[in-house]
């Protein structure tokens, strides 16, 4: 089993940055690929971004590239989303994941953190 625990939510105005940082503990997370998705009011859970388990690869939904970096530190079992630029559009509840592959669907993801609630004001 892994525990995801996620921190770094809030309000923030438009065009502002928050950091995002997801702590891992139980089963040994290096061997687990990272990743961030969010759910709004009403909508289903998408994904945002991914990280290999060696943080050698990273991927990115076309609407956060550019503006969002995932990053890992495996000797702290934590993986980190630095959102910047934020937009309203990007108010959401955030989850962390952990699973055998980066993928975009939440189903691939074995472990889920409980969430943090981001709000971006206009």
């Known amino acids: 089993q892994v525990q995801l625990v996620e921190s770094g939510g809030g309000l923030v105005q438009a065009g502002g940055s928050l950091r995002l940082s997801c702590a891992a503990s139980?089963?040994?997370?290096?061997?687990?690929?990272g990743g961030w998705f969010r759910q709004a009011p009403g909508k289903e859970r998408d994904f945002v971004a991914a990280i290999t388990w060696n943080g050698r690869y990273t991927y990115y939904a076309d609407s956060v590239k550019g503006r969002f970096t995932i990053s890992r530190d495996n000797a702290k079992n934590t993986v980190t989303l630095q959102m910047n630029s934020l937009k309203p559009d990007d108010t959401a509840v955030y989850y962390c994941?952990?699973?055998?592959?980066?993928?975009?669907?939440?189903?691939?993801?074995?472990?889920w953190g409980q969430g943090t609630q981001v709000t971006v004001s206009s």
């Open positions: 994941a952990a699973g055998g592959l980066p993928a975009r669907n939440s189903n691939e993801y074995d472990y």
């Open positions: 139980g089963r040994t997370f290096s061997n687990y690929a």
